[in-house]
């Protein structure tokens, strides 16, 4: 089993700031490795898929890197609504026989 | 409008039953597959089940499988999820979310809510 870790548990930025966001895997993923955000009390928003490509409206300051094990969500220039947990999740081959989560990061406003 | 809507949540007894229900609607559900989400209160995201869009793969996490089963039918557009043996582990907002063809979760219900208790 795949098991992601994400760093750090919470990140505390103000506005305009530049947030940071990491994602690991216990073994390679390629680049099979998705990025959510939820909002208390909302359901998740696919963010980034494929590693580094935008889901449909997602603003261009969301940016996703890396492939093999090692990935990172950046959010150039943090805006209000920006706040919230963030989430990576990776699947297996196609058609997947799994999918993982990791633990989520809290961007919260310092 | 494209939609996932889940209802058929409720408080059940520890080792009790319940079947929740996802009515898609705006888009060819047929085409895709279907999955369930799980989320204890306070905590994260679980992946419980997926079904291809035809039915024919089937997946669990461990900790559901020979006791949760999902099923889909395509001509009413909806996906549901039996649920049985029930534990107070299980309590959480349960989500059906469309698979992408990328593997990713791309459209989401706002959840229904799971509670076992006695």
């Known amino acids: 089993e795949i098991v992601l870790t994400q760093s750090p548990a919470t990140l505390s930025l103000s506005p305009g700031e530049r947030a940071t966001l990491s994602c690991r895997a216990s073994q390679s993923v390629r680049t099979n490795l998705a990025w959510y955000q939820q909002k208390p009390g909302q359901a998740p928003r696919l963010l980034i898929y494929?590693?580094?490509d935008r889901a449909t409206g997602i603003p261009a300051r969301f940016s996703g890197s890396g492939s093999g094990t090692v990935f990172t969500l950046t959010i150039s220039s943090l805006e209000p609504e920006d706040f919230g947990v963030y989430y990576c999740q990776q699947r297996t081959n196609w058609p997947p026989n799994s999918f993982t989560f990791g633990p989520g990061t809290k961007v919260e406003v310092k | 409008q494209v939609q996932l809507v889940e209802s058929g949540g409720g408080l059940v007894k520890p080792g009790g039953s319940l079947r929740l229900s996802c009515a898609a609607s705006?888009?060819?559900?047929?085409?895709?597959?279907m999955s369930w989400i799980r989320q204890a209160p306070g905590k994260g995201l679980e992946w419980v089940s997926y079904m291809s869009n035809s039915g024919g793969a089937i997946y669990y996490v461990d900790s559901v499988r020979g006791r949760f089963t999902i099923s889909r039918d395509n001509a009413k557009n909806s996906l549901y999820l039996q649920m049985s043996s029930l534990r107070a582990e299980d309590t959480a907002l349960y989500y059906c979310a469309r698979v992408s063809g990328n593997g990713a979760f791309d459209l989401w219900g706002h959840g229904t809510i799971v509670t076992v208790s006695s």
């Open positions: 705006g888009f060819t559900f047929s085409d895709y597959f």
């Open positions: 494929d590693a580094s």
